[in-house]
């Protein structure tokens, strides 16, 4: 079974908006204790974190989207977002959401996201 599915990547041009979603097979209320992160992997370079919602609503982010991205979580869809603004040509990478609950985790397919200059 599919955990993870992200959706809304696409081409944009830069300064333009995205909102990923990322929609979680699990049960509710195992999504509700779940840590949710979304990661990112441009070609060439190492994924790399780029937000985290825990399961109480803490958020944290990596330094080069502060100010442009907002992670949010609606439990009640079991879905995870991330919605970026202000987007730049270095935001262009593939786009991945990751649940964590305990040992479990889990990770989407990805989404590419594509900023052109």
């Known amino acids: 079974q599919v955990q993870l599915v992200e959706s809304g990547g696409g081409l944009v041009q830069a300064g333009g908006s995205l909102r990923l979603s990322c929609s979680c097979a699990?049960?509710?209320?195992?999504?509700?204790?779940?840590?949710m992160d979304w990661y990112r992997q441009a070609p060439g370079k190492q994924r790399e974190l780029v937000a985290t919602?825990?399961?109480?609503?803490?958020?944290d982010y990596v330094d080069s989207v502060k100010g442009r991205f907002i992670i949010s979580r609606d439990n009640a869809k079991k879905t995870v977002y991330l919605q970026m603004n202000s987007l730049k040509p270095e935001d262009t990478a593939v786009y991945f959401c990751?649940?964590?609950?305990?040992?479990?985790?889990?990770w989407g397919q990805g989404t590419q996201v594509t900023v052109s200059s």
């Open positions: 990751r649940r964590r609950l305990g040992t479990y985790d889990y």
């Open positions: 699990a049960s509710g209320s195992a999504f509700i204790a779940s840590a």
């Open positions: 919602i825990s399961s109480a609503g803490s958020i």
